[in-house]
């Protein structure tokens, strides 16, 4: 009953369509493994202590401020009425410019230095063959056919489509 059924829908499958497909499987005939040569790249990180010079001198800003409020001090000390002001914003000037003066000299014209960690990658490079697969072979109707898969086949499974 069943290959009478089977056949009829083939049958009016041909008649109404412009191709048919069935299944069948062929024995794998050989399995081959195939490897890739690939380069592996291992990072070495090298590491060092390396003196860096560091600059002492400052701007003097700090300095400019202590010599002018002591200027300004020392020289609302000096003179009397309306050349009291004038004496403490020339105190003030005189005293920021040598505060300046003072702080830029005191760093001195040796440089200091300091311990700095430098680090530098490079790479090791070596080759390897690496595992990638199999390789399948079977016939069918005369025709070699290869699968690729992760494991070695028994069988190859095949779809089979005739177009007209």
Not at 19 to 45: A, G, K, L, N
Request: with cysteine; charged share 25%.
């Amino acid at each position: 009953m069943k290959k009478i059924v089977m056949l009829g829908l083939v049958t009016v499958s041909m008649l109404f369509a412009e191709s048919f497909s069935w299944y069948d499987s062929v024995p794998v005939i050989r399995s081959e493994p195939i490897y890739r040569t690939v380069t592996v790249r291992t990072p070495i990180e090298e590491c060092w202590d390396e003196e860096v010079p560091v600059s002492r001198s400052s701007d003097g800003t700090l300095g400019a401020i202590i010599g002018g409020a002591a200027g300004g001090i020392l020289g609302h000390q000096v003179g009397g009425g309306s050349g009291k002001t004038a004496a403490t914003v020339g105190g003030a000037i005189i005293g920021t410019l040598v505060g300046k003066n003072l702080s830029e000299q005191s760093g001195g014209n040796e440089p200091a230095y300091r311990i700095e960690r430098r680090c530098k990658v490079r790479y090791k490079e070596r080759t390897e063959n690496r595992f990638v697969g199999y390789k399948n072979y079977a016939r069918y109707k005369g025709r070699e056919i290869v699968k690729f898969s992760d494991e070695p086949l028994k069988k190859i499974d095949l779809t089979i489509t005739v177009n007209y």
